[in-house]
């Protein structure tokens, strides 16, 4: 069964930087596009940023240049390096899975609908 877990959330002042992970288990990464989304307090769940298994990348416009996502198959992981962090940023972030042959899991930023094996979770706090 694909289980995904998120960790490294954590409470920061605007400005810093934290790295989160999503462990991927009961299947081999590299079969999936990974998707990191986040849901601001009151707001809906929003995509952020993927990674397909060759390594394009997609970020929303309100994270580029300041977030970072990448991959190690080998070790089952895919990490969010998030720098320059804005009070904004504030959420629960998830990753979840898609199947790269939805040629659109990738395209731009990763439609909810098309990934699965949420996690819960991990918070992410920025304070001003």
């Known amino acids: 069964q694909l289980q995904l877990v998120e960790s490294g959330g954590g409470q920061v002042q605007a400005g810093g930087s934290l790295k989160l992970t999503c462990l991927v288990s009961?299947?081999?990464?590299?079969?999936?596009?990974i998707g990191w989304f986040r849901q601001a307090p009151g707001k809906e769940r929003e995509g952020v940023s993927c990674?397909?298994?060759?390594?394009?990348?997609h970020y929303a416009d309100s994270v580029k240049g300041r977030f970072t996502v990448s991959r190690d198959d080998a070790q089952n992981m895919v990490y969010l390096q998030m720098n320059s962090l804005k009070p904004e940023d504030t959420g629960v972030y998830y990753c979840?899975?898609?199947?790269?042959?939805?040629?659109?899991?990738?395209?731009?930023?990763?439609?909810?609908?098309?990934?699965?094996?949420w996690g819960q979770g991990t918070q992410v706090t920025v304070s001003s």
């Open positions: 979840a899975a898609g199947l790269e042959s939805n040629t659109d899991i990738c395209a731009g930023v990763p439609p909810q609908w098309a990934y699965g094996g």
């Open positions: 009961g299947f081999a990464s590299h079969h999936f596009a």
């Open positions: 990674i397909t298994s060759s390594r394009t990348t």
